[in-house]
Structures are given as structure tokens and as C-alpha cells.
């Protein structure tokens, strides 16, 4: 059972847009930042977003990240078949230390 | 170009030890800057991450695996090993190592990873 609640899948068109959602509790998501991986079958995991809306050098803008509360999102725009990927959530609980999401797989339709 | 590369036995009877290594290239484990860390993904669930440590900082256990687990430093060898005892299968699972920056002010940030090992735990 995972800490932090994200929906199971999520689809859109190519070109559209997809949000991932990551929701969590006032001992992680409320008080640290969120980061954002990309799952591929049978490759390294990527850090897509960190600090709840930073990316890392290489990460396109078409990539986003934002925080409310004890909440954050995953925006993914102009989708391309490359994107079709399981996307986690991930943050620090103070008292079960790093925690991820239930993971969401993203289809482009 | 930071890179990781776990290694170790893809199947492991129950009530065994599983053990695993990772090496890291293009950066040094002895720094003080990043924790090294074990990530763990069961067939068809999430992640959860096993646990962490730094030169003179550590290890962090998750606390559900915190009697079972060893994680160990190599300077030497500029690798790091995971040790979880008493193995189920509910520990198979593709096993990752990954680089992990964790700051005072609250962030958290997995920035490279291996690919994964694979372990099956099975008589």
C-alpha cells in the first residue's frame, strides 16, 4: 500500500495534454518536495520534475510540476507516443522516511 | 555522467539471504554530498524505497524492512550493497540502486538510477 495516492492511468490524443495527480498527507507532501519519475520497461528510472516544479537539464518544458497543500500534479502537454510511460510521485515522510506514489500509467491514445 | 549498475543473483531461495552490489561510476561514494540508496518495485506494484546512507551519515532503513536490511559502503571498490535477510517471496522484486540528494530544507531527489536487477525469491 502506497503512502501517496496517484490514479492508476490516465490517456489523452497525441498533441493533447495529461495531469497526473499525486495526493498526500500533512507528514510528506504538506511539509517537503515533490519529485516526478518516469518509468520505462527495461530502462533506468528518469527524474523528470523535482522540488515540486524544477526540471533537470535535458527534461523538456512540455514536462510540469506544481504543489497545493498536501497535494502536487504532473502536466504533461503536446503528449507524443515516447511519453507512454509509468509516471511516480515521490517526497519525504517524516516518519516512514522516502515515500512514492501508486504510480500512474500514462497511454496516449 | 553519473552511472549505476546493479549486479548480483536473479533467484534466491526462501529464508536465504539475498545480496546485492551496485557500482558506481562517474562519482565517488566516499563524498559526503549524496546518500546511495535501494529502491524496490514488486511484479505489477510501486516503488518503495528499502533504504539510504552516506560517508559518515546512516544507513536509513524503511521501518517495515528495518530488521532485515544491511546497507553497506565500499570505498575501495566505489560500490555499495544491500543485504535483506530471511527472504518471501513477497521480496521479489526488480531491485534498484540510485544516487540520492536529500537536503536540509526538505527536498528529496533520486537523480540517477540503475536499470534494475531482478531477483525472484523461489525454492
Known amino acids: 500500500q502506497s503512502v501517496l495516492t496517484q490514479p492508476p492511468s490516465v490517456s489523452a490524443a497525441p498533441g493533447q495534454k495529461v495531469t497526473v495527480s499525486c495526493s498526500g498527507s500533512s507528514s510528506n507532501i504538506g511539509i517537503n518536495y515533490v519529485s516526478w519519475y518516469q518509468l520505462l520497461p527495461g530502462t533506468a528510472p528518469k527524474l523528470l520534475i523535482y522540488d515540486n516544479d524544477k526540471r533537470p537539464s535535458g527534461i523538456p518544458d512540455r514536462f510540469s510540476g506544481s504543489k497545493s497543500g498536501t497535494s502536487a500534479t504532473l502536466g504533461i502537454t503536446g503528449l507524443q507516443t515516447g511519453d507512454e510511460a509509468d509516471y511516480y510521485c515521490g517526497s519525504w515522510d517524516r516518519s516512514l522516511g522516502e515515500v512514492f506514489g501508486s504510480g500512474t500509467k500514462v497511454t496516449v491514445l | 555522467q553519473v552511472q549505476l549498475q546493479e549486479s548480483g543473483p536473479g533467484l534466491v531461495k526462501p529464508s536465504e539471504t539475498l545480496s546485492l552490489t551496485c557500482s558506481v561510476s562517474?562519482?565517488?561514494?566516499?563524498?559526503?554530498?549524496?546518500?546511495w540508496a535501494w529502491v524496490r518495485q514488486p511484479p505489477g506494484k510501486g516503488l518503495e524505497w528499502i533504504g539510504s546512507?552516506?560517508?559518515?551519515?546512516?544507513?536509513y532503513y524503511s521501518p517495515p524492512l528495518s530488521s532485515r536490511v544491511t546497507i553497506s559502503l565500499d570505498t575501495s571498490k566505489n560500490h555499495f550493497s544491500l543485504k535483506l535477510s530471511s527472504v518471501t517471496a513477497a521480496d521479489t522484486a526488480l531491485y534498484y540502486c540510485?544516487?540520492?540528494?536529500?537536503?536540509?530544507?526538505?527536498?528529496?531527489?533520486?537523480?540517477?538510477w540503475g536499470q534494475g536487477n531482478l531477483v525472484t525469491v523461489s525454492s
Open positions: 546512507l552516506r560517508y559518515n551519515d546512516g544507513p
Open positions: 562517474g562519482d565517488s561514494i566516499s563524498s559526503s554530498s549524496y546518500f
Open positions: 540510485a544516487r540520492l540528494e536529500r537536503t536540509g530544507h526538505g527536498s528529496s531527489v533520486f537523480d540517477y
